[in-house]
C-alpha cells in the first residue's frame, strides 16, 4: 500500500474557511498517478537526489532552494524524489500570478501549492507541515545570459523571517541540470531596452520577473538536451538562536546569508560530481562532447 502524505489535521480547512479545497493534500494515489504522468521525463533525466536524510522526519520545517530557468521543468520531479524517498510532501509558496491563471491554478492547488503569503505560510507551519520556497522567485526563473545557477534573492528576508517567527529549521537544497539543457537565444534584456521596455517600466507590474527567455535546446528547437537532474539537500540550519528577532532585521539578514551560502555550497558540489558522472546523459549526441 502506497504511504499517506505526512500531513496535519489542522492542515485540512473547515467548511466556512475560503477555498477549503486549497488547503487539502493530494491523496497517495493521486501523487502515484502523477508519478506514471512524468515517467517520461524520469527516464528522460535520470534524477539524482542526494541528501535527503537531512530533511527532518516530521514538519514543520522549511526548505529553501535556487529556482532554476523556466522554473517548471525540474521541480515536478524534485517533488517526486521528495515523496519517495521520505513519504511527505512539501507545500509549495508560489507568485500570485500562478493562481490567476484558470486550470493551471487547479492543478497547482490540488497538488499542495498555495499562494506565497505571510498568512498560508504561518498557516502550514502551524499545521506541522513541511513548506518549500523559493526566494529568487519569477526572476530567478527569467533568467539572463551569464546567470546560470545564480541565486537572484536580492534582499528579501521574508522565508528567514517567518522561520524565526514561528522557530522552524531550514533545509537548503540546490538544484543543477536544468540549466545546461538550455542556451539562452534572447532574454528580457532585449525587451528592457527597448521603447516597450520602458514604457512597461513605468507601470507596476514586475516585469523583469514575467519576460522568460527564448531558449534553444536540442539543435534550433526548445526541446531540452537530455542533461541529468542533480538535487542536494544540504544540513538543516537551527533557528534557535535567532529566537524572538523576527522583526530585527540584520538576525533575519544573517540567516538568509547562511542559507544562502549553504544553496550555493549545494550547486557547486553538484556541479562537481555533474562533470564526472558518467551517467550524465542519457543517450550520447553532440551535446555531450567537450563538456
Not at 506514471?36 to 542526494?50: D, E, I, R
Not at 538576525?251 to 549545494?266: F, N, P, T, Y
Not at 558522472?277 to 563538456?291: A, H, I, M, Q, V
Request: hydrophobic share 40%.
Amino acid at each position: 500500500m502506497a504511504p499517506r502524505a505526512r500531513r496535519s489535521k489542522p492542515g485540512a480547512a473547515t467548511p466556512d474557511d475560503d477555498g477549503a479545497a486549497r488547503w487539502k493534500l493530494p491523496s497517495a494515489r493521486e501523487i502515484g498517478a502523477l508519478s506514471k504522468l512524468f515517467q517520461p521525463l524520469v527516464w528522460y533525466t535520470n534524477p539524482l537526489a542526494l541528501g535527503l536524510d537531512h530533511v527532518p522526519a516530521r514538519g514543520p520545517a522549511l526548505l529553501v532552494g535556487n529556482h532554476t530557468i523556466l522554473g517548471v521543468y525540474d521541480l515536478p520531479l524534485l517533488f517526486l524524489r521528495i515523496w519517495e524517498e521520505r513519504h511527505l510532501l512539501p507545500r509549495s509558496l508560489g507568485h500570485y500570478a500562478h493562481f490567476k491563471i484558470p486550470v493551471w491554478r487547479d492543478f497547482l492547488t490540488r497538488f499542495g501549492a498555495v499562494e506565497g503569503t505571510r498568512e498560508s505560510c504561518a498557516r502550514l507551519f502551524e499545521a506541522g507541515e513541511f513548506v518549500l520556497v523559493f526566494p529568487g522567485g519569477g526572476r530567478e526563473v527569467a533568467k539572463r545570459r551569464g546567470e546560470r545557477y545564480q541565486l537572484l534573492w536580492k534582499d528579501r528576508l521574508g522565508f528567514a523571517r517567518m522561520a524565526i517567527r514561528h522557530g522552524v529549521p531550514i533545509v537548503p537544497f540546490a538544484a543543477v541540470g536544468a540549466e545546461d539543457a538550455w542556451d539562452i537565444v534572447a532574454d528580457a534584456n532585449l525587451v528592457l531596452d527597448s521603447p516597450l521596455g520602458k514604457l512597461l517600466a513605468k507601470t507596476r507590474l514586475p516585469v523583469d520577473e514575467m519576460l522568460f527567455p527564448l531558449v534553444r535546446g536540442i539543435g534550433p528547437t526548445p526541446i531540452p538536451r537530455p542533461e541529468r537532474l542533480y538535487f542536494q539537500f544540504q544540513r538543516p540550519i537551527s533557528t534557535r538562536r535567532y529566537r524572538g528577532a523576527w522583526q530585527d532585521d540584520d538576525a533575519c539578514r544573517e540567516l538568509r546569508d547562511r542559507v544562502k551560502a549553504s544553496v550555493e555550497s549545494g550547486i557547486a558540489a553538484l556541479q562537481r560530481r555533474q562533470a564526472r558522472d558518467p551517467e550524465r546523459w542519457r543517450f550520447p549526441g553532440p551535446w555531450s562532447r567537450g563538456t
